[in-house]
């Protein structure tokens, strides 16, 4: 059985930064949603995108989609659990910015700059807390 990033300690692995090298960590999440937002950056903006998807949800009444996220040196890939199949990856040069949801210690997000110039802001809340994944 593989262990997640939540589960490791950074302070017994060989190196912080190894351990984003291929293949990367694995974290067991529910992906809440993408939002387009106008800009590339801002935790202001991170913290209305997330409050927007995180509302479409419940409006919806469906269950968020259980995944995988992987982070590596090449970025950050989403896979369905079930169907164990990428459904984003963001090259990390098109990551831009990253923000803890200020309201639950176990959801983030991280906007990415899209193919059409625009910007989206993708949800996540994670099995456990973030903060082993900010560290």
Request: overall charge positive; aromatic content about 6%; charged content about 25%.
């Amino acid at each position: 059985m593989s262990s997640t990033a939540l589960d490791e300690n950074p302070k017994r692995s060989s190196s912080s930064s190894t351990r984003f090298d291929a293949p990367g960590l694995n974290f067991k999440a529910k992906l809440i949603g993408l939002e387009d937002v106008a800009k590339s950056r801002g935790h202001k903006m991170c913290q209305v995108a997330m409050a927007k998807v995180k509302a479409a949800v419940l409006a919806i009444g469906e269950h968020k989609t259980r995944i995988t996220v992987n982070v590596s040196v090449e970025g950050i890939k989403i896979m369905d659990e079930k169907a164990e199949v990428v459904l984003h990856h963001h090259p990390v040069h098109k990551v831009s910015f990253i923000s803890r949801d200020a309201n639950d210690p176990r959801a983030f997000g991280y906007v990415f700059n899209g193919e059409n110039g625009g910007h989206q802001f993708v949800g996540i809340k994670t099995e456990k807390a973030v903060k082993t994944f900010f560290s």
